[in-house]
């Protein structure tokens, strides 16, 4: 899967859901710069990461699984 993509995806929901990237970064335990890096592609989110971010985001399995897994996934639709 294409980090960046999954990166793009999770900028939209960030934004879809009005959470501050500073607080999802706080609650994930990294830093502002480290979560900047992964949502552009600049490395993967490990799994405990993703279980935190479907927490925070209030995400259904489903969902997480799309985001992260599915190439023909859009958030948008």
């Given at each position: 899967?294409?980090?960046?993509?999954?990166?793009?995806?999770?900028?939209?929901?960030?934004?879809?859901?009005?959470?501050?990237?500073?607080?999802?970064a706080?609650?994930i335990?990294?830093?502002?710069?480290?979560l900047?890096?992964?949502?552009?592609g600049?490395g993967?989110?490990?799994?405990?990461?993703?279980?935190?971010?479907?927490?925070?985001?209030?995400?259904?399995?489903?969902?997480?699984?799309?985001?992260?897994?599915?190439?023909?996934?859009?958030?948008?639709?």
């Amino acid at each position: 899967m294409n980090q960046r993509e999954v990166g793009n995806r999770l900028k939209e929901l960030i934004k879809i859901r009005g959470i501050k990237r500073k607080d999802l970064a706080e609650n994930i335990g990294m830093s502002n710069v480290t979560l900047t890096r992964k949502l552009n592609g600049q490395g993967e989110f490990n799994i405990r990461e993703v279980l935190l971010i479907k927490e925070i985001l209030d995400l259904d399995a489903e969902l997480c699984g799309n985001i992260f897994f599915n190439p023909d996934f859009d958030v948008k639709e």
